[in-house]
C-alpha cells in the first residue's frame, strides 16, 4: 500500500514538475513577446511623432495647444478644397468613433492605399501617397501602437461635399496658382490660370 502511495505521490510530483516548466517557457515567451511589443509600440510612436500626425489629429494643435489627453482623437477643424470639408478623424482604439473595429492589416492596407476597409477613401490633405513608402516592420510599428492608444470616443464630424453649407471652423485651400493647377484643371482653365498656360 505504501509503495502504491508513494508511485502516486512521484507522479504528481513528477507533473507539477513538468507544468512548473512549462509555465516557466510560457512566462519567458511572454516576457520576450512582451519586449518585443514594447519596442513596436515605441518606434510606432516615434514614427506617428515624427511625421506630424497629431498636427491635424490631435485636437487643439493648429491653435497652439495640443491636447495630449486627447492624443490623436481627431479634430473639428475642416479642410475645404476641391473634395469638400474633410476632418481629421480619430485614430484611438474607440470601438465605435475611431479604429477600435479595425484590424491592424486594414490599417497598415489604409496607410498604404488610401482606403478604408469599408472602401471609402481618405480625404485630403491626408498625404498617404507619402505613406506607402513605410517599411512593412515600420507600417506594422505605427498599427501597433495606434491600437495601443487608450480609446477616446469623439464622432469627428462627416465629409461634407463640395458646395455644402458648413458650420465650425475651417481652413480653406485657395484656387490654385497655374503652376499648381491639377493637369485636368490646367487643360480647362481654372481661377488664377490665364487660358490654362
Known amino acids: 500500500m505504501k509503495s502504491s502511495w508513494f508511485a502516486v505521490a512521484f507522479f504528481m510530483a513528477a507533473l507539477l ?7 516557466s517557457t ?11 511589443n514594447a519596442k513596436q509600440i515605441a518606434r510606432g510612436e516615434y514614427l506617428v511623432t515624427v511625421m506630424g500626425c497629431g498636427d491635424c489629429h490631435t485636437p487643439g494643435t493648429f491653435y497652439g495647444s495640443p ?9 473639428e477643424l475642416g479642410w475645404k478644397g476641391p473634395w469638400g470639408v474633410s476632418y481629421p478623424r480619430n485614430l484611438t482604439p474607440d470601438d465605435e468613433t475611431g479604429l477600435g473595429k479595425w484590424s491592424e492589416e486594414g490599417i497598415i492596407n489604409a496607410l498604404r492605399t488610401g482606403m478604408r476597409p469599408n472602401g471609402t477613401v481618405l480625404q485630403p490633405p491626408m498625404p498617404w501617397p507619402n505613406l506607402t513608402q513605410l517599411t ?35 481652413v480653406e485651400f485657395p484656387p490654385p496658382s497655374a ?11 481654372s481661377p488664377g490660370n490665364a487660358g490654362g498656360k
Open 67 to 75: 491636447d495630449f489627453k486627447r492624443r490623436l482623437s481627431g479634430s
Open 26 to 36: 510560457t512566462i519567458r515567451a511572454t516576457t520576450v513577446e512582451a519586449k518585443a
Open 136 to 170: 512593412d516592420e515600420d507600417a506594422r510599428a505605427i498599427a501597433v501602437y495606434l491600437k495601443s492608444l487608450p480609446p477616446v470616443a469623439h464622432q469627428v464630424p462627416d465629409l461634407v461635399p463640395p458646395g455644402r453649407p458648413v458650420a465650425g471652423s475651417v
Open 17 to 23: 514538475f513538468a507544468a512548473m516548466g512549462g509555465i
Open 179 to 189: 503652376w499648381d493647377a491639377p493637369r485636368e484643371l490646367a487643360s480647362k482653365g
